[in-house]
């Protein structure tokens, strides 16, 4: 990153004198600003895609992971003793950091998108719900299970992994493919940026031939391409850049309910990774003019 | 300097030249004469590493140009001043500063040799054409405009080929002039022409050697002239 760093320093401060000894040509210019600013616009999303889905996993995966229900179904005046049954089955199992029986008003609060407002809960058969706070390291689900099924028969646990398990698996997957999104993004810039640059050194083939014969080295010819489609690989990404921020500001912010769609952004620290996109474009298309560049020269008279 | 020894080449059918051997030695002041297609530019190619002998050896400021990589080509050319026959330009950058190109390759402060610059393209007479682009220019004009660059570097061998070709006789001689000028401060130089008034006019300034290449030889032309 620093050699990077540096080597860009070094671009910008530049020799505009020596870069002028390579007309300018309109059509590889062109195509080179394109390439850098779709695949950076491209790639805000991809990266956003990667953050956002790496949050939702993380999430899902601590913080509903350290929670479960348990759920007692069964006849009215049975509830109030399963209850206490309950409790004290998992007070005495390992990993359960806590575990409390929700009060009618949570209960009622919790039922109310479904039911109303206005619905007397305490008069339905509603099981009664207890929440359980896992430790770190969490419980044995399958033994807690047959404890329960043992001492309490109405209760049934619902540890979330079931449907937890797939979400996170899915998240992760999303997340790879957002990573290798940016991948061939980056790989398909830096193809585009050789075609680029060899045609553009193919164009001046004659100004090439000049230079050399009045005593430039190949490094000399190689930066005036080089440091030209760098800079326009800048341009071009910061400007890809603007239009993806651009886009990704003009999401509907995020939602508790609206879940994942609506979390697609950056947060925090994760503000960092676009901005460093440019530097990356321009780090690509340094490599690939200066391969492209030293691989014709070479092969000169 | 530029040592030849039984040097030979071919541009893949019969042998161009062979048998060459020339010491160029620092001062002298050579013309290159013979018929067209005779080879006098392929034989200066050969002096500025351009082309490799196909036999013998060309020995360039003591290196062998068969072991020379490209970046010492490169340094050899700020050091060996060459006027092409066909002199090309850097056709988008003006004149003046085609003429500096060598000082900006090879990374020296074009600014600071601004006064040289100008002195130079007054002495080429090309003071009013100095932003004119390369492609405005008449055929005279380029090739004084080649000589410039090719002693711009103030490079210790001056080797130009034709350089008269395209110039009027006062032109010509004025050219001639400047060469005889560099040779005064010391700088190798030799002129490949067929023009025999040119190198007669040089003769009554500056003491010349006259080579001549027939039948693929390279011979020291006599009195004859
Ligand atoms: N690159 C080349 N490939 C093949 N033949 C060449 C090449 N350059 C020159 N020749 C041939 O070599 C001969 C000598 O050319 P040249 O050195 O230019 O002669 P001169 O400068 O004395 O007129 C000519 O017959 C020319 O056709
Ligand atoms: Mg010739």
Redesign the interface.
């Known amino acids: 990153m620093r050699a990077v760093l540096v080597i860009l320093a070094d671009l910008l401060r530049g020799d505009t004198?020596?870069d002028?000894?390579v007309?300018p040509t309109g059509f590889t210019a062109r195509l080179t600003l394109f390439a850098a600013a779709a695949m950076t616009f491209l790639a805000v999303f991809a990266l956003a895609l990667s953050l956002a889905t790496g949050r939702l996993a993380h999430n899902w995966s601590t913080e509903l992971a350290r929670s479960a229900t348990l759920r007692i179904s069964t006849s009215q005046d049975q509830v109030a003793a399963q209850t206490a049954a309950a409790l004290q089955v998992l007070q005495t199992t390992e990993g359960v950091a806590s575990a409390r029986a929700l009060s009618e008003a949570e209960q009622q609060a919790l039922l109310e998108p479904w039911f109303g407002p206005d619905v007397p809960i305490a008069d339905l058969p509603v099981p009664q719900l207890i929440e359980i706070i896992e430790t770190r390291k969490g419980y044995d689900a399958e033994g807690l299970r047959l404890r329960l099924a043992a001492e309490v028969p109405g209760a049934v646990l619902d540890d979330h992994t079931r449907w937890r398990r797939p979400l996170v698996r899915a998240a992760s997957r999303i997340r790879a493919m957002g990573l290798l999104s940016l991948g061939l993004i980056g790989g398909i810039m830096a193809a585009m940026i050789t075609l680029a640059a060899h045609s553009a050194l193919a164009a001046n083939a004659?100004?090439i031939?000049?230079?050399?014969?009045?005593?430039?080295?190949?490094?000399?010819i190689a930066r005036a391409f080089v440091r030209r489609f760098t800079l326009r690989a800048i341009s071009g990404a910061i400007l890809g850049l603007a239009l993806g921020l651009g886009g990704i500001l003009l999401l509907p912010s995020a939602q508790p309910e609206g879940g994942f769609l609506t979390g697609l952004g950056f947060q925090g620290w994760g503000w960092i990774w676009p901005f460093l996109l440019p530097l990356l474009a321009g780090a690509v298309a340094f490599w690939a003019t200066r391969r492209a560049a030293r691989r014709i020269?070479?092969g000169l008279? | 300097m530029i040592e030849l020894d039984n040097l030979a080449y071919s541009y893949g059918g019969g042998e161009l030249l062979s048998e060459i051997s020339l010491r160029l030695a620092p001062g002298s002041f050579h013309f290159l004469t013979g018929p067209s297609g005779a080879g006098k530019t392929t034989f200066l190619k050969l002096c500025y590493g351009a082309l490799i002998p196909t036999a013998g050896r060309a020995m360039l400021f003591g290196q062998d140009v068969r072991e020379l990589g490209r970046d010492d080509v490169a340094l050899l050319r700020r050091r060996i001043g060459v006027v092409h026959q066909d002199c090309q330009f850097l056709d988008h950058l003006p004149l003046a500063e085609n003429i500096a190109l060598p000082l900006m390759v090879s990374g020296r402060d074009v600014a600071a040799e601004a006064q040289n610059l100008d002195d130079l393209i007054a002495w080429c007479g090309l003071s009013h054409r100095r932003n004119a682009l390369p492609p405005e220019l008449s055929g005279g004009e380029r090739q004084r405009a080649a000589l410039a660059r090719a002693v711009i570097m103030s490079p210790e061998v001056i080797l130009a080929d034709e350089p008269t070709g395209n110039v009027d006789w006062e032109m010509s001689q004025r050219l001639l002039q400047l060469l005889v000028e560099l040779n005064r401060m010391g700088k190798t130089v030799m002129i490949a022409t067929h023009d025999l008034s040119l190198i007669r006019a040089a003769k009554s300034q500056v003491q010349t050697r006259v080579l001549r290449i027939a039948n693929r030889r390279l011979q020291l032309a006599g009195a004859d002239l």
Do not use: Y
């Not at chain 1, 031939?209 to 000399?220: E, H, K, S, Y």
């Open positions: 004198q020596a002028r000894v007309p004659q100004v031939a000049v230079l050399r014969l009045v005593g430039a080295r190949d490094d000399f020269l070479r008279a």
